[in-house]
């Protein structure tokens, strides 16, 4: 039985090969899966990516490409991290469920979902990634 590595491997193998490529939903399952398997033990940068990707896709509209290239932007500046909290409980979700979808819309729409359920998860965290973004100059003041 495979491991929920091995799915995202799986998965990624679909939206790599994605036809609308200048979306780049691949973006959004890495973010996805490396919040969602962020512990103790993961470094900062990994689970501050993963959330302020998530954030740019949802709240924000960003497409992967764009999420991407906001990765790059930041790359450049690692000091000040946001002080951010492991919620107290994870989302008991499998990549294998996305993979039981339909390739296709509904697919995409499906790891959309995914996406929203691991943000909505992480809400003690969505003011200190904003505020990080406003900083870094990615998003303007509201």
Not at 22 to 47: C, G, M, P
């Amino acid at each position: 039985m495979p491991n929920e590595e091995d799915l995202f491997h799986e998965l990624s193998f679909y939206t790599l090969a994605h036809s609308n490529q200048a979306y780049f939903i691949h973006q959004h399952i890495v973010d996805a899966f490396a919040v969602q398997h962020a512990n103790e033990s993961t470094k900062t940068i990994k689970l501050v990516y993963g959330l302020l990707g998530l954030c740019l896709y949802l709240e924000h509209g960003f497409t992967g490409k764009e999420v991407q290239n906001v990765h790059v932007f930041l790359s450049k500046d690692k000091s000040n991290w946001p002080q951010l909290l492991l919620p107290k409980s994870k989302v008991n979700f499998s990549v294998g469920e996305i993979l039981k979808v339909k390739e296709g819309k509904e697919r995409d729409a499906a790891i959309r979902k995914w996406c929203e359920t691991i943000w909505k998860n992480h809400r003690q965290n969505h003011a200190a990634i904003t505020e990080w973004l406003v900083t870094r100059k990615v998003l303007s003041p509201s």
